[in-house]
């Protein structure tokens, strides 16, 4: 059994200076879908929901000083207890989880607005080799926003974080997205468009952090 508060304390100090562990109870429920899964849950039996930031436990990540963090939903039961309705396959087997809410953030389900993972590296020498290995400048108890592959990061300063959900090329988000990018998919690829400011030019890295065909959570 993971008890948070002494797993917590287990954390660099560095890392402790930018986020604030907070414990929860017991994982339950459906995988991939924690801010509709916590809706559900609110309607039927009332509560809130919370959002905020879940490490995703990583061993062979953290051991080298890198910690991933993913946008999340908890359930505020109405006694005021956390409780995650929302199964994870980094927790498999534990009974807490380490999150920190984040109430200046909200997942917009009408909109499918969520936000990006978010990494932390605090052993410079990993940093360095991480840094070198995908071609950025990576600081130390920084944190960074990161795109679904870990291969892109981006500073907290150069976004906002916040993506929108494509599910289909049916979906509004998708036709936004074409139209903001000025693209079209051929065969499952993003191509420029004729005449467009990315006909003869690689197509921006913002595209990759706008928008997400993964459901997250």
Avoid at 86 to 96: A, I, Q
Avoid at 197 to 206: C, L, W
Wanted: aromatic share 10%.
């Amino acid at each position: 059994m993971l008890d948070v508060t002494s797993y917590a304390d287990k954390l660099p100090l560095s890392l402790n200076a930018v986020l604030k562990a907070k414990e929860k109870e017991k994982l339950t429920g459906k995988a991939g879908h924690c801010h509709h899964n916590v809706k559900v849950v609110v309607e039927k039996f009332g509560g809130s929901s919370l959002s905020g930031w879940l490490l995703n436990r990583l061993p062979q990540m953290m051991e080298r000083g890198m910690y991933i963090w993913s946008f999340h939903s908890v359930w505020m039961k109405p006694d005021g207890k956390l409780l995650d309705v929302t199964e994870d396959k980094h927790y498999v087997g534990r009974d807490k989880s380490i999150f920190v809410p984040d109430t200046s953030r909200v997942p917009d389900l009408v909109e499918g607005i969520s936000y990006n993972n978010f990494v932390v590296f605090t052993e410079p020498a990993f940093a360095q080799h991480y840094a070198n290995s995908i071609g950025v400048e990576i600081r130390v108890n920084t944190p960074y926003w990161s795109d679904n592959t870990m291969l892109r990061l981006l500073g907290i300063d150069e976004h906002s974080g916040a993506y929108r959900l494509v599910l289909s090329k049916e979906s509004p988000n998708f036709k936004r997205m074409c139209d903001e990018y000025e693209i079209d998919f051929v065969d499952g690829r993003p191509v420029p468009r004729p005449g467009s400011k990315y006909e003869n030019a690689p197509m921006p890295m913002r595209l990759l952090f706008d928008y997400s065909v993964s459901a997250g959570g």
